[in-house]
């Protein structure tokens, strides 16, 4: 049974950088994406940062490339989400995302099977 456990959620000030993490456990991923997501109140969940696992090929949203960097520890299972310059919109449950790779990347909900309890980030002003 696959299971990912995220943490490093927290509360900081604006400007500020956390580091979330998200282990993988209970297949091989090899032939996976995996992402992380966001979900701000009242709003939808919005794809964030992901990688190929197979390539190690790197995905980010728009408004996150320059200040989130997504990696990852082969032999941990482990993907990373490096957040820097945060801001107050940035303030969200963040949720990490595992899914069969398709012929193109995903980056929609629907392209992840399993995904972790998420994690709360908070950015005050």
């Known amino acids: 049974q696959v299971q990912l456990v995220e943490s490093g959620g927290g509360l900081v000030q604006a400007g500020g950088s956390l580091r979330l993490s998200c282990t993988a456990s209970?297949?091989?991923?090899?032939?996976?994406?995996m992402a992380w997501f966001r979900q701000a109140p009242g709003k939808e969940r919005e794809f964030v940062a992901g990688?190929?696992?197979?390539?190690?090929?790197?995905y980010y949203a728009d408004s996150m490339k320059g200040r989130f960097t997504i990696s990852r520890d082969n032999a941990k299972i482990t993907v990373y989400l490096q957040m820097n310059s945060l801001k107050p919109e940035d303030t969200a449950v963040y949720y990490c995302?595992?899914?069969?790779?398709?012929?193109?990347?995903?980056?929609?909900?629907?392209?992840?099977?399993?995904w972790g309890q998420g994690t709360q980030v908070s950015v005050s002003s």
């Open positions: 209970g297949r091989t991923f090899t032939n996976y994406d």
């Open positions: 990688i190929r696992w197979s390539s190690g090929r790197l």
């Open positions: 995302a595992a899914g069969r790779a398709g012929w193109s990347y995903s980056y929609t909900v629907g392209g992840y099977g399993y």
